[in-house]
Antibody, heavy 118, light 106 residues
Framework: EVQLVESGGGLVKPGGSLRLSCAASGFTFSSYSMNWVRQAPGKGLEWVSSISSSSSYIYYADSVKGRFTISRDNAKNSLYLQMNSLRAEDTAVYYC???????????WGQGTLVTVSS | EIVMTQSPATLSVSPGERATLSCRASQSVSSNLAWYQQKPGQAPRLLIYGASTRATGIPARFSGSGSGTEFTLTISSLQSEDFAVYYCQQYNNWYTFGQGTKLEIK
């Protein structure tokens, strides 16, 4: 069974940093591109970042470019999101999601809440 | 950026009836379109990809159609567990989601 479990969320002050993790199991993690998608309270879904299976290709939404860094450790079956210079508008539930073969997101974690507030 | 527009924002339908949800792209996304279902407090679940292919384990009452800029998700006979928010997503040029359609019980 595919499982994605996020952790690392919490309350942080504006300008602060946080590192999210996503532990994967039940599939060959090193064979799949992975993504972070966020959802602000009561709002819709926003793609944040993608990383290819071997980390060769990395992409970011304009809203987080230069502030967030995605990475992965295939030996540990783990995905990460380093978030720096956090803003109030970064407050959201952050989901990690596996990219299916065609670009859709076929499995999602349960999410971890990041709250940016003074 | 490709903008995805879903309509209506809220759809009220009785159990057992058919629901039709629409999604429009600001430019062609070919068939690179997915639909997701999200229930309160839960992660999104993939329903349809490639505009019309059901994901693993998705009941046959869910069907998708369309290509280019106009897409439809149809739920043929609504069950109680189908009342949720539905999002479309294009993955032709990066990834963007629609704002969602809330399907509520009439």
């Amino acid at each position: 069974e595919v499982q994605l479990v996020e952790s690392g969320g919490g309350l942080v002050k504006p300008g602060g940093s946080l590192r999210l993790s996503c532990a994967a199991s039940g599939f060959t993690f090193s064979s799949y591109s992975m993504n972070w998608v966020r959802q602000a309270p009561g709002k819709g879904l926003e793609w944040v970042s993608s990383i290819s299976s071997s980390s060769s290709y990395i992409y970011y939404a304009d809203s987080v470019k230069g502030r967030f860094t995605i990475s992965r450790d295939n030996a540990k079956n783990s995905l990460y999101l380093q978030m720096n210079s956090l803003r109030a508008e970064d407050t959201a539930v952050y989901y990690c999601a596996r990219e299916g073969g065609q670009g859709n997101f076929d499995y999602w974690g349960q999410g971890t809440l990041v709250t940016v507030s003074s | 950026e490709i903008v995805m527009t879903q309509s209506p924002a809220t759809l009220s339908v009785s159990p057992g009836e058919r629901a039709t949800l629409s999604c429009r792209a600001s430019q062609s996304v070919s068939s690179n379109l997915a639909w997701y279902q999200q229930k309160p407090g839960q992660a999104p679940r993939l329903l349809i990809y490639g505009a019309s292919t059901r994901a693993t384990g998705i009941p046959a009452r869910f069907s998708g159609s369309g290509s280019g800029t106009e897409f439809t998700l149809t739920i043929s006979s609504l069950q109680s567990e189908d009342f949720a928010v539905y999002y479309c997503q294009q993955y032709n040029n990066w990834y963007t989601f629609g704002q969602g359609t809330k399907l509520e019980i009439k």
